[in-house]
């Protein structure tokens, strides 16, 4: 029937994706027009055909088609419809397919916005992007059909996971997806530059933008996903350093690293290898995180159901290492360095430094989160590689990360003057020694010290440069300082949008030194009316209720937050969610109070005799509240370095690239 | 002079940070609130011992955030042993000796573990040394500047109009 | 659309600044970067083998097949000590429990009933105590009246060998020492007991 015809729709994909690699690959090299051209509609088809299908998915789980085994597995009747479209990403075949509607829309935007730049490495880049499509299409129609039939119409479904129904687990996996898909899109572009061997300073700008949008989407997914932890999971903290979590941080690890070397690239025309390098890793880490969430080689909480889809995998990291392996060895002497270094106290030796810590913490990650596989196949073996050995190998690493960040832009490029060292130094280090200095006597705890004695000394730096910037423009242009800010956003927006991202770094790393050095918590159980203090709060219980949804019944136990002088400041509502499909899989919500000192979490663990008492976990979580605000600059930072100006267009086509015909 | 100097204390002083911070970091890790044995152990003391446990049924689920039967029998015997007057390190060594390192939330200092934590260390180290050694072979083979037609040109490197014009506006502010 | 006229030269952006490389060693260089080149791909190529191997693992341990009985050797909570070795020429009923584990309630009276008829037939049962504390065990124990030897599996040493997912689980051996049967879950059924006796008896 129709479902049948979705079917169909993948397996044409997946022919016309392997057409069109060839044509892209033969194309670029023979430079046969009607070859690329080929590629080009291919990538444009390929999209269309996917987007059917999916669309098609989503007509299933919004209309209960039960028949579809994915609509039975992960919706229900009593679902609201919000969750019935989530629920496209909640399922093993479903979320692949959701990959591929992704990666296929990147492809097709991509083809569209260059088909009249790059046209020499465009055909290679359409190629690798099918290439990905093929890969996730071989294994729709092959190992995970979403549009596999039950063989009858069963009356009703099984449900969807009751922890993927809340608002968060709605947008944090597609923000995930936009960020994990849209690294293929530089992958591709390197392989292209490498097949053609057009390996200037041209693909390098396009390939940062085109880097610099998965990035926000990835940044944004994890701090989401960290929201989400934070809200629903009542543990009091927010990342536990689970396989699927490291899964998704890796690549932006290696993402960021390559974000920061691509500008030595452009500047001194050296760590070319090394960048390709690097944006193959992360490429291979996409790869390498998907095939982990979904294969069963490592134990997770979030983990997908186990299905065949693993050997796929593997084959293609197989075809992902060895071809791209052979391609960067053929190419290597292409790829030389061009300008040395001159200095050690160079913003290019602090680049340097960067991209070294960023691979150490990679691969202490990824070494940490693969271990207890080794183990328990070398030794049998099952040991548990948790928060403790994550935090005491990277902590420091990300201490000394933060320093860097400081220290980077107050460096020149090539050398750094011991004049200028002392007029840059200055402030920033006073700064840092002055907050240090407080936590030291408000709270003695030797890593806070340091930590937020080089946070304050990082901010400290961004807001000196910005002081800089914004009187530079006051002499010149005698701007007022609201105009002047808007129009280095406007003219230099990678500088100062970067520096955003800093300000953003520095205040999540603030929350995370406060949350995991000052945290309080502690256990209550009250009947209405009593009391529990805990740091200079006083929590009272005042009842729980009961609340009928379509598919769940929610208790909420309202707890009035009083503070030291005795008012009553806020309500929280914490809650617990019984399921009707599910009754012995309950999901909580935090009652949460928010300040930018501190945050006060109420946990409902359980009641007795219907809420004539009730038990709570209590955390009081200092500064946690900066990680949110800090991802909010993030964002707004990425996306003011990343704004295309068109007068800048101009200036960007630099003729190191001669076409046959202009722009 | 002060170049030659600074390149060597650079990377001496980011490893004594590094070294220092390692070593202050398991100083750190213990100092989560000591638990005073009393005749009636409270939740809180309880869970004080539980943060430093890892479920051993789940993957990654701290044993306080637990909400398995399980997990409840064995803060149940954390806050039996707390009553009997047991330290902390005794009753995590029980625990060990039960269940075996799984509890522990990271890899035991013995045998094949040792790679766990060293590696991860070498590869910081060896990465470094590498890294530095390049920086140095290429400070100590400057190529004539400009060698290199349309890349980057000899002056402190600025790819904008804007850019330039910034640092113009800089250093005559400055 | 601008084409791209076929058969056109590349444009090359610069004249290659470095077409002759710098005279010096660049044979013993190569030999370098080629060894460094192997021993990246070689790292990689362990990697992806060694997930290999893992797939195939927990893909082993959802179909295991029989085979022979790993060996194990425990304590009971009587205090003696009881290893599978000993017990060649005798079915062995390997059942692992834990106290709280609600589905292995519901197969503990019949173990316990099945034990004391068999007891004189050379059937022997045992129960290995997955990931448990001794109050709560004893105390299950005796909720059911349970008599054959039960003891703690420390550091969860048999359950590795045995490749256990969850509890409950129960393992048929016969007296050569090979696994007859496998049943996850608890065993409800008298007959089905007697079937998998059937194959166990010396």
């Not at chain 2, 402190?156 to 640092?167: F, G, H, I, R």
């Not at chain 3, 260089?29 to 070689?42: E, I, K, M, P, S």
């Not at chain 3, 020492?177 to 194959?199: H, N």
Request: hydrophobic fraction near 50%; charge should be neutral.
């Amino acid at each position: 029937m129709i479902f049948d015809i979705g079917y169909l729709i993948l397996i044409a994909g997946m022919v016309l994706s392997a057409f069109g690699i060839i044509a892209g690959f033969w194309g670029g090299r023979t430079r046969n027009t009607k070859l690329v051209q080929s590629s080009f509609r291919a990538v444009y088809a390929v999209a269309a055909l996917v987007v059917a299908a999916t669309l098609l998915l989503w007509y299933g789980l919004l209309f209960d088609h039960f028949e579809l085994n994915y609509v039975w597995n992960h919706s229900e009747r009593a679902l609201p419809v919000f969750y019935k479209f989530s629920s496209l990403w909640g399922g093993q075949a479903g979320s692949l397919l959701f990959w591929c509607f992704l990666l296929s829309g990147y492809s097709a935007i991509v083809a569209f916005a260059n088909r009249k730049r790059h046209q020499v490495i465009m055909p290679y880049v359409n190629g690798v992007m099918l290439a990905t499509s093929l890969f996730f299409l071989v294994l729709l129609v092959f190992a995970a059909n979403p549009f596999k039939r039950v063989g009858f119409v069963p009356p009703d479904g099984q449900g969807l996971n009751p922890l993927l129904q809340n608002y968060w687990m709605v947008i944090h996996p597609v923000m995930l997806y936009l960020g994990y898909v849209g690294m293929a899109v530089p992958f591709a572009f390197a392989v292209g530059a490498l097949m053609s061997k057009k390996l200037d300073n041209e693909w390098v700008r396009t390939v940062r933008r085109w880097t610099l949008v998965p990035w926000m989407f990835l940044s944004a997914g994890i701090i989401m996903g960290s929201q989400w932890a934070y809200m629903e999971l009542g543990w009091g903290g927010y990342w536990a350093w689970d396989a699927v979590e490291n899964a998704s941080f890796l690549p932006w690890l290696t993402g960021t690293a390559f974000l920061h070397s691509i500008i030595i690239q452009e500047q001194r025309g050296i760590l070319k290898v090394w960048n390709v390098v690097l944006i193959w890793l992360t490429y291979f880490l996409v790869i390498l995180g998907t095939f982990t969430t979904r294969s069963g080689v490592l134990e997770s909480v979030h983990s997908f159901a186990r299905s065949d889809v693993g050997p796929y995998f593997l084959g293609f990291l197989v075809i992902v290492v060895f071809g791209f392996m052979w391609l960067l060895f053929d190419r290597l002497p292409l790829l030389r360095s061009e300008q040395p270094i001159d200095s050690y106290t160079s913003r290019e030796a602090a680049f340097l430094a960067n991209n070294w810590l960023f691979t150490a913490i990679a691969f202490a990650t990824l070494w940490g989160t693969f271990f207890p596989m080794f183990s328990e196949i070398i030794t049998g073996d099952r040991i548990s590689v948790a928060a403790p050995f994550f935090n005491k190998v990277n902590g420091p690493l990300f201490l000394l990360l933060l320093l860097l960040m400081g220290i980077g832009p107050l460096l020149g490029w090539r050398h750094t003057s011991l004049a200028s060292f002392r007029k840059q130094f200055t402030f920033p280090v006073i700064a840092g020694l002055v907050v240090a200095l407080i936590v030291f006597v408000v709270a003695r705890s030797l890593y806070p010290i340091i930590g937020l004695g080089i946070c304050a000394f990082a901010a400290a730096t961004i807001v000196q440069e910005y002081v800089r910037g914004v009187m530079a423009r006051r002499t010149t242009n005698h701007e007022n300082v609201f105009v002047a800010m808007g129009q280095l956003w406007n003219r230099n927006g990678r500088r100062y949008g970067g520096y955003l991202v800093h300000l953003g770094i520095v205040m999540i790393s603030v929350a995370v030194i406060g949350n995991e050095f000052y945290q309080q918590t502690t256990n209550a159980t009250l009947a209405p009316g009593e009391t529990v203090k805990i740091a200079g709060y006083e929590l009272e219980f005042a009842g729980l209720e009961s609340n009928r949804q379509s598919n769940l019944t929610e208790y909420g136990a309202r707890v009035i937050v009083y503070d030291r002088n005795g008012n009553a400041i806020d309500t929280v509502v914490p809650k617990r969610n019984i399921y009707d499909r599910t009754p012995d899989q309950p999901t909580s919500e935090v009652g949460l109070r928010i300040s930018p000192i501190e945050d006060v979490y109420v946990v409902l663990n359980g009641w007795e005799n219907g809420g004539a008492t009730a038990t709570f976990t209590i955390f009081i979580n200092p500064l946690t509240a900066w990680l949110w605000a800090g991802g909010l600059v993030l964002v707004l930072g990425t996306i003011i370095a990343a704004w295309p100006h068109s007068t800048r267009r101009k200036t960007e086509n630099v003729p190191s690239v001669v076409y046959a015909t202009g722009d | 002079m002060f170049r030659q100097a600074v390149g060597w204390l650079i990377p001496l002083l980011a490893l004594l940070l590094l070294c220092g911070l390692w070593f202050v970091a398991p100083v750190q890790a213990q100092d989560a609130t000591p638990v005073a044995p009393v005749a009636t152990t409270s939740q809180d003391e309880v869970n004080s011992v539980a943060r430093q446990l890892w479920c051993p049924l789940c993957s990654g689920v701290r044993l306080d955030a637990c909400e398995l039967k399980a997990c409840d029998q064995m803060k149940d015997v954390i806050g039996q042993k707390l009553s009997a007057g047991e330290d902390v390190q005794s009753i995590k060594d029980y625990f060990l000796a039960q269940y075996g390192p799984q509890v522990l939330g990271e890899p035991p200092l013995e045998g094949f573990n040792w790679l766990a934590w060293l590696l991860p260390v070498a590869v910081l180290i060896g990465g470094g040394v590498f890294v530095w050694s390049r920086a140095r072979s290429m400070m100590r083979k400057p190529q004539p500047a400009g060698m290199a037609p349309g890349n980057s040109p000899a002056t402190p490197a600025v790819s904008d109009d804007y850019n330039q014009k910034l640092e113009e506006e800089l250093k005559h502010y400055d | 659309m601008t084409e791209l006229r076929a058969g056109q030269p590349l444009p090359e952006s610069l004249p290659d600044p470095e077409a002759a490389p710098a005279g010096a060693a660049p044979q013993k260089n190569r030999g370098a970067v080629r060894a460094w080149q192997g021993v990246f791909v070689l790292i990689l190529l362990v990697f992806i083998i060694l997930l290999a191997a893992r797939l195939v693992q927990t893909h082993q341990t959802e179909q295991r097949t029989s085979g022979v009985a790993p060996a194990f050797t425990f304590t009971t909570f009587d205090g003696e000590t009881i290893s599978l070795a000993d017990l060649s020429g005798k079915g062995v009923v390997l059942n692992f429990w834990a106290s709280w584990c609600d589905p292995c309630r519901d197969e503990a009276a019949l173990l316990e009933q099945t034990w004391q008829q068999e007891k004189e037939h050379d059937i022997v049962f045992l129960g290995l105590d997955y990931l448990d504390q001794e109050p709560a065990a004893k105390a299950y124990l005796a909720e059911f009246g349970i008599t054959y030897p039960n003891g703690p599996d420390l550091q969860s040493a048999a359950a590795r060998r045995y490749g256990i997912k969850g509890v409950p689980e129960t393992f048929f051996i016969d007296p050569t020492g090979k696994i007859t049967d496998i049943v996850i879950g608890p065993i409800v059924s008298m007959a089905k007991m007697d079937e998998y006796l059937a194959k166990i008896r010396p």
